[in-house]
Every structure is written in C-alpha cells, then in structure tokens.
C-alpha cells in the first residue's frame, strides 16, 4: 500500500479539525489559544532553524570530504 493511501485513511478531514479546534477551545479557553500558538510557532521555528543548521554542518562536511579526495 502506498503511503499516500495510508496518510488519506490517517491524517483527520476537514470536519475533523473543526472538532479538534472546538475541543481545544472548550479546554484551554480563548485567553490561552493565543499564547498556544506563539509558543507552536516560535517551537517550529527553532526546529525549522536547528534542521537548516544540520543541513548546513553536513554539507559543509561533504564539500570538505570531497576536496580531501580531490587533494589526493
């Protein structure tokens, strides 16, 4: 099966995450939702950053590997 196929039957639909989004409401209130998702956005942004510093250190070792290799 393709993961495609696995992620329709998985991942919830629109009428779903209108259900999420009111229960998230009744739990936390409408004064917390706010500070809710200032603290998922500045949480994806320090993954996002910390995913581009990989990239960056693992490129960087590649481009070093490969002049060693040209060096020789």
């Known amino acids: 099966m393709e993961l495609n196929a696995i992620l329709l039957f998985v991942m919830p ?9 009111l229960v ?3 739990l ?10 200032r603290g998922l956005g500045s949480g994806i942004r320090e993954f996002k950053d ?3 510093q990989i990239s960056e250190e693992l490129e ?11 060096e020789k």
Do not use: S
Not at 28 to 37: D, N, Q, S, T, Y
């Open 13 to 21: 639909g629109g009428l779903e995450w209108v259900i999420i989004g």
């Open 24 to 26: 998230v409401l009744l």
């Open 50 to 52: 910390a995913k581009n």
């Open 60 to 70: 960087k070792g590649i481009k070093e590997e490969e002049k060693k290799k040209e």
């Open 28 to 37: 936390f209130g409408a004064k917390r939702i706010p500070e809710l998702a």
